[in-house]
């Protein structure tokens, strides 16, 4: 614990953070926020002075140590000076979703027991007023935007200047008191508590330490190289552990700025305008910008397309990896007058070079001319009209990007906003491996991260330079990880989170006395360079009956991949070999039938057509060839499938709402199927009962067709069986 | 009693709490005709500080001619139009417009090639005094005016949440977003009276609520006095403290909408009584 503290110095608190970052940065940006129509921006003195204001009259009005203040907002400095200003009086932030609706907020306001909530608007007041009329513990809300809040009952209303007006006129008579609490904050004391999303069951308030938001601000930063010269665009929920720690952690422990987009709609532009150098978005964010993109480039005249797809395409052959990546760290101190002399010299030399070369090849070509007939330079000249294969391989390679670089990649990463990233993450989910590839190759270092909130989002990073579309990279400084006989994910780190806040039993389920932390999540490490590679949700994946790991769901993603396939349910649990129903997508195989001149009637006739099913084989076929790759799944390559004659569907409870496939009832529901599946027979008569839109119901009869697909390795062994 | 009913006191106070000051806009006995038709037939209302008028009446009702008496862009051929204790003196539209006089328009007029914020900006013209000298000079007052002008423009942007569209020609807008513009356009020349013809006609139910959330924020963050006309009953009735019908270019009632509401007159020209 003792090096720990060494290694971050004395600053074991975000306060503490605060006043060296005024000491050593006092007048480098440290927030800046949009606001009518200009970047306004606060220096750290600045913010600290606001934040120092706040806290002053946030203890004006009777906070006490361990309170919770819940703090409801979009992202503006003054949120996140609001949570500062609470550490600083020994108080505890709670941020929450804005977006969150009453119920959703009742519920967590109840469950921290926060006496102060500071709102952004007039909306999040209301809110809260709403729930105040349920629980009565709230004694006073602060809101920042005075907009239509004129006419309320402000006896325990406050506007966020007045609290700062008050703390700034109790100054003297509180600094003493404040400055004591600042200095009881220690490296075990609560840095935020932040609640989970509760996508199973309520949300859980997630106990955050001073150690464990710091540290993994300090082994992150160290880890990517960032340093005070990174601006990052402030956007996603403040109440996500992830915008905590690049907000606040990282923000606070490398000194860097944050901006502040204008409003949700805005934060486009307002990324273009920042031009981050450090960025988080989930993958669903990317795909829409390549959407976008794609789109726009249909539209664009024949030369920019023609460019375009031409410098894509030699960027996507691994240029882009190759020459593309920006540099690890950016140096943007003052030069000496040696360094300069030096550089100009470089300089002086490139330019030198560059006109020797053109020197040299005219005096060359004047010689070709020379040596050789006519005839002869038109065939060079055909097959090189401009001399671009002046060089070659490498050299070529590297002239041809840079040329792109100024062409089509640096305008598209500028219109993007991307023009100055250095480090990127996804996260979240699975990203498209097309997408991943396009940023990728056009110079964006975009990696991924696997984390979640009660590890203070650090569990796994891609280190630069070893970065794939499939795995979720090496453990992140400081992690410890390891995997059950299941191939649950269990990790152990400096973030690992406190407690779940007034539940203990969660707590003790999550969390054991060692400090192990299970993720609920499978995976495994992959044997050539040692990276995890998710599979599915730990109680999803089974084994087969020979031992062999069992998810469906890694599979049935890679299938689903294909726009053709709509759907895919997989068998194999506790079989020597593995299935899959298959359900067609309607609009693009239709949208295929239409170019190909397939005639069909109905969704059914459609499934079943022989061509259909032919591709469908060529997709499964692929999938094996992929999975036999990974030497743990390997068993998971699918023998046998068909095509389902009708999509399962919510109505018919084969689904849930949200498009979840439901295991169980799928596998009752089409037993016969299952059978002729491992039974070897080659066609099966069903009859299914399905649900009408209106309710009726009505049956379907189909004969199914069955199909084998070659699968890759041992298959002399599985036909033995 | 100092009640809304009581039209004669110098002010009201309204069932929210506001108090609404003496009369800023007085018509008296206004007849408008063009050629034989009679568009407003002996019409006497006013308007008092600080408070949202409405008009309304069926189609043809002579609504936004009455508008357009107010804003001094007809000229009525009998009555008097008082405007601050003063009897107005026919007047070119601009002269209207710096005593305080805003409007929109039914049929939104704004400048489509223009994008957002230089549209809101020629809300600002009747401020800016630089001539078109120092323009092209441009250093020294034209800059400075510019940036004053721009921080209003700025603030209005703000309040009425369009930033994310200032840079977008309004050619580009969808129809209630234009609309918006126009608002706030309005908004710029800080009037302290703003005619509002139809600020929600063809809207959805959503741009409607967004809409009238900013004509009742207008009205108490700025204090402005608004007269709209507005055919959705559910707003005009929720939103105005007072109400005007209109029908065949007559007033057939005056008072809150709760009197209006009852009133037999107002019933039968929106049921459609067969007149005789």
Not at chain 1, 437 to 454: A, C, D, P, V, W
């Amino acid at each position: 614990m003792s090096q720990e503290l060494a290694a971050a110095g004395d600053f074991a608190s975000i306060p503490a953070l605060l006043a060296r970052n005024v000491k050593t940065y006092g007048n480098r940006p440290a927030y800046r926020e949009k606001e009518f129509g200009i970047w306004q921006s606060w220096t750290w003195a600045e913010a600290a002075e606001e934040i120092e204001k706040l806290a002053l009259g946030l203890l004006a009005l009777g906070i006490d140590r361990g309170d919770h203040v819940a703090i409801i907002g979009r992202n503006r400095p003054a949120h996140y000076w609001a949570m500062v200003a609470a550490q600083k009086v020994g108080a505890v932030p709670v941020p929450l979703y804005q977006d969150a609706v009453v119920e959703e907020m009742e519920y967590v306001l109840e469950h921290c027991g926060a006496r102060f909530v500071v709102c952004g608007d007039q909306e999040q007041v209301d809110k809260v007023i709403e729930v105040q009329e349920k629980i009565h513990h709230i004694e006073h809300v602060v809101y920042y935007d005075k907009r239509g809040l004129r006419k309320y009952d402000h006896s325990h209303l406050h506007w966020y200047h007045d609290i700062q007006e008050e703390g700034h006129a109790a100054h003297s008579r509180l600094q003493g008191e404040m400055a004591a609490r600042e200095a009881e904050l220690d490296y075990d004391s609560t840095c935020v508590m932040l609640y989970t999303s509760g996508t199973t069951g309520r949300p859980k308030g997630v106990v955050l330490s001073n150690r464990n938001i710091i540290e993994s601000a300090k082994n992150s930063s160290e880890f990517d190289n960032l340093g005070v010269n990174e601006d990052i665009l402030a956007y996603l929920p403040m109440a996500w552990v992830g915008d905590f720690i690049f907000s606040l952690g990282q923000a606070m422990w490398c000194g860097f700025c944050v901006n502040c987009p204008e409003s949700a709609e805005t934060m486009m532009t307002d990324l273009r305008e920042i031009g981050p150098t450090y960025y988080f978005a989930p993958p669903r964010v990317f795909e829409t910008q390549l959407t976008n993109v794609m789109i726009r480039m249909e539209d664009s005249g024949d030369l920019k397309y023609a460019l375009f797809h031409h410098f894509m395409d030699f960027a996507k052959k691994g240029a882009g990896e190759k020459y593309g990546m920006p540099r690890r760290k950016v140096t943007t101190q003052k030069k000496t007058l040696e360094q300069k002399i030096r550089h100009g010299f470089r300089y002086a030399m490139g330019i030198g070079f560059a006109a020797e070369t053109i020197v040299e090849n005219v005096i060359r070509l004047g010689f070709a001319k020379l040596r050789y007939g006519k005839d002869v330079r038109k065939h060079f000249k055909a097959k090189d009209p401009i001399g671009l294969k002046l060089y070659r391989g490498n050299a070529h390679d590297y002239f041809k990007y840079r040329l792109g670089d100024v062409l089509v990649y640096g305008p598209l990463k500028d219109t993007l906003g991307f023009g100055r990233i250095r480090v990127g993450y996804t996260a979240g989910e699975a990203i498209g491996p097309e997408i991943f590839e396009f940023y990728r190759s056009m110079g964006i270092n975009l990696k991924q991260l696997y984390g979640q909130t009660e590890a203070t989002v650090f569990i796994t990073v891609q280190p630069d330079g070893e970065v794939r579309n499939d795995t979720v990279g090496v453990p992140a400084p400081g992690v410890e990880i390891k995997l059950s006989d299941t191939g649950e994910i269990f990790y152990r780190s400096p973030g690992t989170f406190v407690e779940y806040y007034n539940n203990p039993e969660s707590t003790a389920d999550t969390k054991d006395p060692e400090g192990w932390v299970a993720t609920g999540d499978a995976g495994f490490f992959d044997k050539q360079n040692g990276h995890l590679r998710i599979i599915d949700r730990a109680k999803d994946v089974g084994k087969m009956a020979d031992g062999r790991l069992f998810a469906p769901k890694y599979v049935e993603n890679k299938l689903k991949f294909y726009p053709d396939i709509l759907e895919a349910v997989v068998f194999g649990n506790e079989r020597n070999m593995c299935t899959a129903f298959i359900n067609i997508d309607l609009t693009a195989v239709g949208n295929w039938a239409e170019r190909n001149n397939v005639a069909y009637a109905s969704y059914q006739e459609l499934a079943g057509h022989p061509k259909v099913l032919e591709t469908i084989q060529e997709h499964v076929e692929t999938v094996n060839k992929s999975v036999a790759e990974d030497e743990m799944l390997s068993g998971c390559q699918i023998h046998r499938f068909l095509v389902l004659h009708k999509e399962l569907d919510a109505d018919d409870g084969e689904m849930t709402r949200t498009r979840k496939v439901r295991r169980k009832i799928v596998e009752e529901k089409y037993a016969p199927l299952i059978d002729a599946l491992y039974g070897g027979k080659s066609e099966q008569f069903i009859e299914t009962e399905v649900t009408y839109e209106d309710g009726r119901k009505g049956s379907i009869k189909a004969t199914l067709e069955i199909r084998d697909a070659a699968v890759v390795g041992k298959k002399q062994e599985m036909a033995a069986e | 009693m100092t009640t809304a009913t009581d039209m004669n006191a110098d002010s009201y106070v309204t069932a929210d709490g506001r108090t609404i000051g003496g009369v800023v806009m007085d018509l008296k006995n206004i007849t408008l005709r063009f050629g034989g038709v009679v568009a407003i037939k002996d019409i006497s209302f006013d308007i008092r500080e600080g408070e949202i008028r409405a008009i309304i009446g069926p189609n043809g009702a002579g609504k936004s001619s009455m508008l357009n008496v107010i804003s001094g862009f007809y000229k009525p051929q009998e009555g008097e139009v008082w405007f601050r204790g003063a009897k107005r003196p026919p007047m070119k539209p601009y002269q209207v417009a710096r005593q305080g006089l805003a409007r929109t328009f039914q049929n939104i007029a704004l400048f489509d090639g223009m994008t957002v914020l230089d549209n809101i900006m020629t809300g600002r013209l009747n401020h800016m005094k630089a001539n078109i000298f120092q323009q092209a000079i441009w250093k020294g007052k034209a800059e400075r005016e510019e940036l004053e002008n721009r921080e209003i423009c700025e603030k209005v942007i703000d309040f009425l949440e369009i930033q994310h569209i200032r840079k977008t020609p309004v050619g580009r807008l969808p129809y209630g977003l234009k609309k918006r513009v126009e608002l706030a356009r309005a908004l710029a020349a800080q009037p302290s009276l703003l005619l509002l013809d139809e600020p929600m006609a063809g809207m959805n139910v959503e741009e409607k609520e967004d809409m009238s959330r900013f004509i009742l924020d207008m009205n108490d963050e700025f204090g402005t006095t608004i007269a709209l006309i507005e055919h959705d009953m559910g707003v005009v009735m929720d939103l105005s403290d007072r109400v005007v019908v209109m029908d065949y270019g007559k007033k057939i009632g005056d008072g809150t909408p709760d009197e209006v509401r009852n009133n037999q007159d107002v019933i039968d020209a929106y049921l459609g009584v067969a007149h005789d």
